[in-house]
């Protein structure tokens, strides 16, 4: 167990992982992650190339070219970055090349804002991506060497994604797992294709309507059914790391009317009301989801089962209509008689309070619009 | 006895017939002359447009090498990416990385990411096949197209000749990022694109050619025609056909007996206009300019 920067704990992690190819373009938050990569090269500790890019643009561009050679690459980015990424994320995801990217998220201009929403992440939701959000720095370690072994199975591209600042410049306590425990996990990378002399082959050939449905169908019945390995890859995960990672995750009284479901680091601020509720005698419950692709619908149903009033916490506004998670909660639930309330919360860094939580809590029942934009 | 043909037979080459390139298409002739050139031993990395949607119909290839395609901006960067994995692997030396792309590809889109490729120093050989547009989408005007080129987004007009800007000069862009290795060619003299494609790839580094490319819907031309209108892009000093080796220019295409220009032009639907009214000529002087110019500043008489 060490003590160290998210940012820092990201770095060795991958670099114990060990990608071939690194390449990244900076922007906060997502800096430290990448200058500490960079150091671990320039230290002699790293056996990655570690190409400097021009533009996220570029940046996602070289590790697709990597990729395509059949080696483990790794970029990472935030924001305005991964929004300059969108037309690349759509193409890897089409290609079938399987891509590691960590999202520290932020807010998207404009205004300019540095701070901490998901808006970024969320709004690349139809990119073909698996994505998953991290509520610590554990977590979001964890879900890094679990991604490698998704996507080098599925030929699926995963963003691990963390709330930038709060995770990314924290510091607290991580496991960093070793080159040789992460080895008995994620194997050797096997590529079903690559770019070969020897074998040449053609990638990236245009579909035309005879061809195009079929291909983008088999992507999403294998986004749907990825669900499947990625559970069994988490079970492997426990019993070698000794974590119980998940899809989603349950927290408080499984009988409580009232449950708040949202992503990422607030979910620990949502965990601390939780706590403070049940010492007064009031139910409540937590769920936490982890991966918004694939989307567990089963998996919250059954979780929300005697939920009757639901909040959904989103760092993040499909602008007009409500919060992402929140139409994905009411989509999953589509003929239940449940209440669900999306709350956008927190966005451009806005402090979502203990204080706020418990007005949630306290005044769901009575609310009575879909939709709450409640900043304070 | 036998004799033993200087010619291939058609499947024997890295690029296959069976694509679907227009008849007289200059990029696919440029296509096959770099690829057959260049080798097996090679990847190539290719925009969006014209040499990627004749040759690469899902589940069909016309190629015989490891090809990618992404996007319309990003065969450089990919190939950055490749590059660096045969770099780790150290066999840097032993497999050629192309990136091709169109004039749209390079002049504009893409020239960011070119531009990050050739700083990098990365060893790969950037091919432009240079038809002055953007062919593909249905011949609309791109930094490569020439002063009073109509294109459909320049149409000429009672108060337009068309295209109202220069041509980019990529040559120079290419150079100011000291490149060891910066030339011109034109698929009108195909064994000069072969013998600078070889020459080129024996250098290390990042290398840029640029091949003048006729289209044949897009500039109006007869399909017998694409050799002799880039011969007379050549011979009027329109397009200057140079190579530079570590920005001293090294070679270059001398003309025998200087063409006029009208020449090049009036065999092109896309400079008809030129000659439709009394303020054309005036025009077609000022493209006269721009050769006799070229003429000049290289020494090419
Ligand atoms: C980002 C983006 N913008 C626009 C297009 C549409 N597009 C496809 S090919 C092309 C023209 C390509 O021009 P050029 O590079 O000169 O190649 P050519 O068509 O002449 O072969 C355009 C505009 C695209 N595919 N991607
Ligand atoms: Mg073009």
């Not at chain 2, 899902?58 to 015989?64: C, G, L, Q, S, V």
């Not at chain 2, 590059?83 to 692997?89: D, E, I, Q």
């Amino acid at each position: 167990m060490k003590i160290l920067e998210g940012s820092r704990a990201i770095a060795e992690t991958i670099n114990n992982i060990g990608p071939e190819v690194v390449s990244a373009y900076p922007i906060t938050p997502q800096t430290h992650i990448v200058e500490d990569l960079a150091k671990l090269k320039a230290d002699g500790l790293a056996d990655y190339e570690y190409v400097r890019a021009e533009s996220e643009f570029a940046a996602i561009s070289i590790v697709e070219g990597a990729a395509a050679m059949g080696v483990r690459t790794y970029t990472a980015t935030s924001s305005q970055g991964l929004l300059l990424m969108t037309e690349v994320l759509f193409n890897v995801a089409g290609m079938r090349l399987p891509m590691v990217l960590t999202c520290a998220n932020r807010a998207v201009s404009a205004p300019i804002n540095i701070w901490n929403d998901q808006q970024d992440a969320v709004t690349m939701r139809d990119s073909g991506w698996l994505m998953w959000f991290g509520e610590d720095n554990q977590e979001v370690c964890d879900l890094h060497i679990l991604a490698y072994k998704v996507a080098e199975k599925l030929a699926l591209p995963v963003m691990v994604n963390l709330d930038g600042f709060v995770l990314t410049h924290v510091v607290e306590p991580v496991e960093i797992e070793s080159p040789a425990k992460i080895k008995k996990f994620l194997p050797r990378y096997k590529p079903q294709a690559v770019l070969d002399v020897k074998k040449p082959l053609t990638f990236g050939a245009f579909a035309t309507p005879a061809h195009y449905f079929e291909i983008r169908q088999e992507l999403h019945d294998d986004i749907v059914s990825s669900q499947k390995v990625i559970k069994s890859e988490m079970k492997k995960f426990k019993e070698i790391f000794g974590r119980q990672l998940g899809l989603i995750e349950y927290y408080g009284d499984k009988n409580a009317e009232i449950v708040i479901v949202a992503m990422g680091s607030v979910i620990g601020t949502i965990k601390d009301v939780a706590d403070k509720l049940k010492k007064f005698g009031k139910k409540i419950g937590v769920l936490k989801v982890v991966s918004l692709r694939p989307f567990p619908d089963e998996e919250i149903i059954k979780a929300l089962i005697k939920a009757k009033n639901i909040a959904v916490i989103d760092k993040s506004v499909s602008l007009g209509t409500e919060g992402i998670l929140a139409t994905e909660i009411r989509r999953a639930l589509y003929g239940d008689k449940k209440k669900v309330v999306s709350y956008v919360m927190g966005l451009g860094g806005r402090d979502i309070t203990e204080k706020m939580i418990e007005g949630i809590y306290s005044g769901i029942k009575k609310e009575n619009k879909k939709v709450v934009l409640a900043g304070k | 006895m036998p004799q033993k043909s200087k010619y291939k037979a058609p499947l024997a080459h890295l690029v296959n017939p069976g694509h679907s390139a227009c008849a007289g298409c200059g990029m696919i002739i440029a296509s096959r002359l770099v690829l057959d050139a260049a080798g097996k031993n090679t990847i190539v990395t290719n925009a969006t447009g014209c040499s990627e949607v004749t040759t690469t119909q899902y589940p069909m290839t016309a190629f015989k090498i490891p090809w990618i395609h992404s996007l319309f901006e990003n065969p450089a960067s990919l190939a950055s990416g490749i590059s660096a994995v045969l770099r780790k692997r150290g066999q840097e030396d032993k497999i050629n990385v192309i990136a091709i792309g169109g004039d749209g590809a390079t002049f504009d889109i893409g020239l960011g990411n070119i531009s990050g490729m050739w700083e990098r120093g990365d060893n790969v050989l950037y091919v432009c096949y240079d038809n002055e547009a953007y062919q593909n989408t249905g011949y609309q005007s791109s930094g490569a197209t020439p002063l009073n080129a109509h294109t459909t987004t320049t149409p000429a007009g009672t108060k337009s000749f068309g295209s109202q800007l220069p041509k980019k000069n990529m040559i120079e862009i290419a150079l100011a990022h000291n490149l060891p290795y910066v030339a011109t060619a034109t698929v009108g003299y195909p064994l000069d694109v072969i013998d600078k494609v070889k020459k080129t790839l024996a250098i290390k580094g990042p290398k840029y050619l640029q091949i003048y490319c006729p289209c044949v819907p897009g500039w109006g031309i007869e399909p017998k025609d694409t050799v002799k209108v880039s011969k007379l892009a050549v011979n009027s000093g329109f397009y200057p056909i140079v190579e530079f080796i570590n920005g001293q220019l090294a070679r270059k295409m001398t003309i025998s007996k200087q063409e006029p220009v009208e020449n090049f032009l009036k065999i092109q639907k896309r400079f008809k206009h030129l000659f439709a009214s009394p303020g054309g000529q005036k025009e077609i002087a000022r493209l006269q300019v721009i050769a006799d110019y070229n003429i000049k500043k290289f020494g090419l008489i």
